[in-house]
């Protein structure tokens, strides 16, 4: 499966946005979708995993009751909506796609979009 993520930008504190992760390739719906993010100087983390069906999600900590991940199988597609940015926020976004949810949670899964950038100006 090939994934291209879009919609980052910059964004004062507070503000939202949301992306987009588009699918090709093999069905999109056997595969369970997360996003990761990735800020300067650090390592890459686990943001949000949505289930095959959409049914089941699980978000870190750090993005809990503030981003929200969706997806649209009819449309190939898996959403973050970003809500109460926060500066610390910035950072590199990616998509990523595997058949198994609990593989996306614990950060290794197949396969992996390009990153969009997300800024949050203070």
């Known amino acids: 499966v090939q994934l291209q993520a879009s919609g980052g930008g910059l964004v004062q504190a507070g503000g939202s946005l949301r992306l987009s992760c588009a699918a090709s390739?093999?069905?999109?719906?056997?595969?369970?979708m997360g996003w990761f993010r990735q800020a300067p100087g650090k390592d890459r983390e686990f943001a949000a995993v949505?289930?095959?069906?959409?049914?089941?999600?699980y978000y870190a900590d750090s993005v809990k009751g503030r981003f929200t991940i969706s997806r649209d199988n009819a449309k190939n597609t898996v959403y973050l909506q970003m809500n109460s940015l926060k500066p610390e926020d910035t950072a590199v976004y990616y998509c990523?796609?595997?058949?198994?949810?609990?593989?996306?949670?614990?950060?290794?899964?197949?396969?992996w979009g390009q990153g969009t950038l997300v800024t949050v100006s203070s």
């Open positions: 390739g093999r069905t999109f719906s056997m595969y369970a």
């Open positions: 990523a796609a595997d058949p198994i949810y609990s593989t996306v949670r614990t950060e290794s899964p197949s396969y």
């Open positions: 949505i289930s095959r069906s959409g049914t089941m999600t």
